[in-house]
């Protein structure tokens, strides 16, 4: 099974980018649909960004679409999230998850079954 482990969180001004990475350990990467979840204090966890196993489909919250990019890279085992443009609202914990459905995009958290420790993004006004 996989385990992935997020990294990249910060404090960023409004208007600053900055790069989420989610290193996968175990498993066979390719197997497993990822995506990119977030939480805000107070507020339920919410979808942000998912791509299939191969890497050719991608979708995006409506709120992040435009702004936000994720990407993955098999060889090295790991998912990015690009963040530009960043917004005090983009503030929460953001947390990866890997979904064995490898070749469909997961919208919901219950559709996911590894999951991340999460890690903290901060974006001051």
């Known amino acids: 099974q996989v385990q992935p482990v997020e990294s990249g969180g910060g404090l960023v001004q409004a208007g600053d980018s900055l790069r989420l990475s989610c290193l996968a350990s175990?498993?066979?990467?390719?197997?497993?649909?990822m995506g990119w979840f977030r939480q805000a204090p107070g507020k339920e966890r919410e979808f942000v960004a998912a791509?299939?196993?191969?890497?050719?489909?991608?979708d995006y919250a409506g709120s992040v679409k435009g702004r936000f990019t994720i990407s993955r890279d098999n060889a090295e085992r790991t998912v990015y999230l690009q963040m530009n443009n960043l917004k005090p609202e983009d503030t929460a914990v953001y947390y990866c998850?890997?979904?064995?459905?490898?070749?469909?995009?997961?919208?919901?958290?219950?559709?996911?079954?590894?999951w991340g420790q999460g890690t903290q993004v901060t974006v001051s006004s």
């Open positions: 791509i299939n196993g191969a890497g050719d489909m991608k």
């Open positions: 998850a890997a979904r064995t459905l490898f070749f469909r995009l997961g919208y919901s958290e219950y559709e996911y079954d590894y």
């Open positions: 175990g498993g066979t990467f390719s197997k497993y649909a």
